[in-house]
């Protein structure tokens, strides 16, 4: 009986990420959960933080608990954003709308930790941000370490890029790959102008 239960859940967790998917939808009711936050990325971010050169203005997407500035180098000026408002003097962006909220400017630094798994159209976004950030420092769960379909969809994410494409991803708005570093079944990555 619990196996069936589970095999459900699980199959109405895919088909709700395939619909987010196809609509270009976030998932609000998740992400405004204080419980989908977990510390366990903590190193993740601890990680990202050390890529951030000093003195930068940083915008982080999808700040959760606001854990980034602690790790920032010293004379870093932090925004957040996410997609409901964590306090702090959040920016409220959804990722998945056409357009960036107009209170989004330039920053010397854009910071994506757990984030570009959920957008439908990264190629978008980055094209997007391209000339507001000289610098993007992202992690992302690659295809390589994560190939079962139905294993991200599970997990809420909408997209499926190795290594590789993500590179090109980057690439094709001029940015550098000059950093990449595995963090439990992910890469952090750089990407410089």
């Known amino acids: 009986m619990m196996n069936s239960i589970n095999y459900i859940r699980k199959t109405i967790t895919i088909l709700g990420t395939n619909l987010?998917?196809?609509?270009?939808?976030?998932?609000?009711?998740?992400?405004?959960?204080?419980?989908?936050?977990?510390?366990?990325?903590?190193?993740?971010?601890?990680?990202?933080?050390r890529l951030v050169p000093c003195e930068s203005t940083v915008i982080e997407f999808g700040a959760g608990r606001i854990v980034l500035p602690?790790?920032?180098p010293e004379?870093?000026?932090?925004?957040?954003?996410?997609?409901?408002?964590?306090?702090?003097?959040?920016?409220?962006?959804?990722?998945?709308?056409?357009?960036?909220?107009?209170?989004?400017?330039r920053y010397d630094v854009a910071v994506f930790s757990g984030v570009l798994e959920y957008v439908s159209d990264v190629p978008r976004l980055i094209k997007k941000l391209s000339p507001m950030v000289d610098c993007i420092v992202a992690s992302y769960a690659v295809k390589e370490y994560t190939p079962i379909k139905s294993t991200r969809r599970v997990n809420g994410w909408v997209n499926d890029y190795?290594?590789?494409?993500v590179v090109r991803i980057f690439e094709t708005e001029g940015y550098i790959c000059d950093h990449i570093e595995l963090w439990n079944r992910q890469c952090i990555f750089r990407f410089i102008k």
């Open 20 to 49: 987010r998917k196809n609509l270009n939808l976030s998932d609000y009711r998740r992400w405004s959960r204080r419980s989908s936050l977990s510390s366990k990325w903590d190193v993740r971010t601890e990680k990202i933080g």
């Open 162 to 165: 190795s290594q590789k494409l």
């Open 75 to 105: 004379g870093c000026k932090y925004t957040p954003s996410d997609i409901c408002d964590r306090g702090h003097g959040t920016i409220v962006c959804d990722l998945n709308q056409k357009e960036l909220p107009s209170s989004i400017k």
């Open 70 to 72: 602690q790790y920032l």
